[in-house]
């Protein structure tokens, strides 16, 4: 039997592109950063960039939830840190995302696009977002008027580069369409309790497009380090955590990071000592046996 590249390391910790632009294999989600305390904000940011993650991913909607109490409030809050500390804003890519109004809940038409970046550029405080992207698509807003919208945004200098959040491969498609920028990223779920983008031809057409994959919540919201986990899976897990002298969270990151679409995964953890604890998945080793064998016990049937 040949087993010729069965034992090869398959996770790679090198920075991946956005663009032209190189970024952490690791990004810092803000979805948790609300508030008003800026130095706590300052303390984090700055361990999040001396962890290699560059890529700073903001929603205008962030601050609705995880005690935030207002729409923006992660926005504010990261500017208000980017006004104290400015040399900060030199060592991150800046991006945020735009569409998504409570109670309605979708916009991406030309005029919710140009006030929605107006908008979050104030509260960030910057006079450009390096990455924005569509939250979520609007269903009911043809494609090419939101790709007009984001061309003119580019052209006026406000963001750098275009992407979308959530969107179907047919939705990506259509917009890439009627652009003139390149569509440079997707950002979706996707770890061992949401391997949908593998299935469903999403992580495929990235590759096709050069298209950069952004997972969000590569721990499954926490679900992976929990008890909720299948026992097969959680055999596995603890089997390589233990063989790789970490713990579930690194081998689950470490999963999403030997896809060879060479995502990047973001964290919303706003611990200091887990963001170093993360940084270290870069360097573990997960053979195809270890990937197939993760992904036979995340779906609970045998693999054909």
Not at 69 to 97: C, D, I
């Amino acid at each position: 039997m040949n087993t010729i590249g069965a034992d090869e390391n398959l996770v790679d910790g090198t920075p991946r592109l956005l663009g032209d632009t190189r970024v952490g294999t690791l990004g810092f989600g803000c979805w948790r950063l609300v508030g008003d305390d800026v130095a706590e904000a300052t303390r984090r940011i700055e361990a999040a960039l001396e962890c290699g993650m560059t890529l700073i991913d903001n929603a205008d909607v962030y601050g609705l939830d995880w005690g935030g109490k207002a729409f923006g409030e992660s926005e504010t809050l990261l500017g208000k840190v980017l006004a104290a500390t400015p040399n900060l804003r030199h060592s991150m890519v800046l991006a945020s995302k735009g569409s998504i109004i409570p109670g309605v809940p979708y916009v991406a038409n030309a005029a919710y696009l140009s006030a929605a970046v107006d908008a979050s550029l104030a509260r960030l405080q910057s006079g450009h977002i390096d990455l924005y992207q569509i939250h979520r698509p609007d269903m009911f807003t043809h494609p090419q008027e939101t790709a007009a919208a984001l061309d003119g945004l580019v052209q006026a200098g406000k963001i750098g580069m275009v992407g979308v959040s959530n969107y179907t491969r047919a939705q990506t498609d259509a917009l890439r369409q009627f652009l003139k920028a390149p569509l440079v990223s997707l950002q979706s779920e996707y770890s061992l309790s949401h391997l949908d983008p593998l299935r469903d031809g999403t992580l495929d057409d990235c590759m096709r497009q050069d298209t950069a994959f952004l997972a969000w919540s590569p721990l499954g919201g926490g679900a992976l380090l929990g008890s909720d986990v299948s026992p097969a899976l959680s055999r596995i897990l603890d089997k390589l955590a233990e063989r790789e002298a970490t713990d579930r969270a690194g081998i689950a990151l470490a999963f999403v990071l030997a896809h060879p679409a060479r995502p990047v995964a973001l964290l919303g953890s706003q611990s200091v000592a887990r963001m170093k604890a993360a940084q270290k998945a870069t360097q573990l080793t997960l053979t195809r046996s270890d990937i197939y064998a993760l992904i036979e016990a995340a779906e609970g049937v045998p693999l054909p």
